[in-house]
């Protein structure tokens, strides 16, 4: 097994983060979500800590990072809110990463200094109305029009999407047949913003309120032939392997979530008496607190298993599956005993329990549902 211990580098990160959470993330949590408002300030302040540059050479504006550090940034700031951990985790894997990957130099060079600097967010526009976990389903379509593509067809559920600091949404799309008779799907950056492009009005969602999640819609929409990222034809693979790196970041998230359930409800089981002694006291209680940590502690090492071998350029798709599923699994559940630990407390929004619980479902739905997991899982088992 890689060695998953961490540096003193990546350690002391992690303590900064941590600290950054409780002093500035925390206050201001809880307000957000109420108010389904975009935490400006919060990303202005993670952005001048060089968090959105974590995984990035110092050449493009970033931190000079892996993702394993990414991945201890993600996890403590969902210790706290999952929002601002979910636009961390979307702007550097999802917006910045196939940019870093795939693009050209061009086009690292024109994109990749503002998205490390925090200054812009970028998107990825993969998922639609009817291509969910079917992604090859894509229904969108890029046609060339000299040296120019048309862009037309709809997104949904794209985060950091209609921000006003969003500034490219990188969408797949159906660009030809291959000679297979296949369809050529390619991938193509769309700066924001650009006519025809609309970020409609954003979800009410269970969940997330203070993250940005828009469906979108393309007419007409025009760029240039050299926004192609990466080769013809490769934008299905290449986004593919994109969402093999961020189930493990997805992961880091659940396992902060299902981390701050097992404190919060430590915390509310010293102090909260029943029948004269500590809710604490009884089994009942300690052993399912107990569970909780154990099932955390099993999560968190599948996730810095996978990171690590990623880090190596060992083969990791199947630990980044077992890895999201394990850890979001483990976040809902830890989410459903903490609110039962509160009690009534826990059905009420001025406790964080209750937050934890609208945020972790999406955790066995997004990058992945639990049931694509398993897919991979079984497939590599030769099933």
Request: with cysteine; proline share 4%.
């Amino acid at each position: 097994m890689p060695d998953t211990r961490l540096t003193d580098e990546q350690e002391s990160l992690r303590r900064t983060v941590a600290e950054f959470a409780r002093e500035v993330v925390a206050p201001v949590a809880a307000q957000h979500d109420e108010n389904k408002t975009f935490p400006y300030e919060v990303v202005a302040a993670m952005a001048s800590m060089g968090l959105f540059g974590l995984p990035f050479p110092e050449s493009y504006g970033g931190m000079g990072g892996d993702f394993f550090t990414l991945c201890l940034a993600i996890e403590e700031l969902a210790r706290v809110d999952s929002s601002v951990a979910i636009t961390l985790e979307a702007g550097c894997s999802l917006g910045a990463m196939p940019i870093y990957r795939f693009g050209t130099q061009d086009q690292k060079q024109q994109w990749l200094p503002m998205l490390c600097s925090g200054e812009a967010l970028g998107a990825f526009g993969l998922t639609e109305p009817e291509a969910g976990s079917d992604a090859g389903g894509t229904r969108t379509t890029a046609r060339l029009d000299d040296d120019t593509w048309v862009l037309n067809g709809a997104k949904a559920f794209i985060t950091n999407s209609g921000t006003d600091i969003t500034r490219l949404v990188t969408v797949t799309a159906l660009t030809g047949t291959t000679a297979a008779g296949n369809k050529e799907i390619s991938t193509i950056v769309v700066p924001v913003p650009t006519p025809g492009f609309t970020a409609e009005p954003a979800y009410s969602k269970v969940g997330w309120h203070a993250s940005d999640t828009h469906p979108l819609t393309l007419v007409d929409v025009r760029v240039p032939e050299a926004n192609l990222l990466g080769e013809r034809g490769r934008g299905y693979a290449n986004f593919l392997s994109i969402l093999d790196e961020g189930r493990i970041a997805i992961a880091a998230l659940a396992v902060g979530l299902a981390q701050a359930c097992v404190e919060e409800s430590v915390a509310y089981a010293r102090t909260r008496h029943a029948f004269g002694r500590p809710i604490g006291a009884n089994q009942a209680i300690s052993f399912k607190i107990a569970e909780m940590e154990a099932r955390t502690h099993v999560a968190r090492t599948a996730y810095y298993d996978a990171a690590a071998r990623m880090a190596s350029g060992r083969p990791f798709k199947k630990e980044a599956a077992i890895a999201k599923l394990v850890s979001s699994e483990a976040a809902v559940t830890n989410a459903r005993e903490a609110t039962q630990i509160h009690g009534g407390y826990g059905f009420m929004n001025e406790y964080p329990v209750a937050r934890h619980w609208r945020d972790s479902k999406i955790l066995e739905i997004g990058e992945g549902t639990s049931e694509v997991q398993k897919m991979l899982i079984a497939r590599h088992l030769g099933l």
